[in-house]
């Protein structure tokens, strides 16, 4: 009896599922195709922006180690000047 009671009630998850299954039917062919491409686009696009962010990082880290050899070197203090 407990099992029966169960299998007649939906999960919220199933019903949502098919919720948006009516919702995707209702789209026409064209529209469906631009939505795939576009997240194709969107997936494709990533690459780009990961070399971006590879170059970017590369560079920052070239700046601190110059940033920190300059400052090293240029705050020495001569220690073989004769101050009189």
Do not use: H
């Amino acid at each position: 009896m407990g099992k029966k009671d169960a299998s007649t009630t939906k999960l919220p998850v199933d019903q949502y599922r098919k919720q948006i299954g009516k919702q995707d039917y209702k789209k026409t062919k064209s529209v469906l195709k631009a939505t795939r491409l576009k997240a194709e686009a969107k997936k494709n696009s990533s690459g780009l922006r990961d070399a971006f962010l590879v170059i970017a990082a590369i560079l920052f880290f070239v700046l601190c180690v110059y940033a920190f050899f300059y400052l090293n070197l240029s705050t020495e203090i001569n220690m073989d000047v004769d101050v009189d």
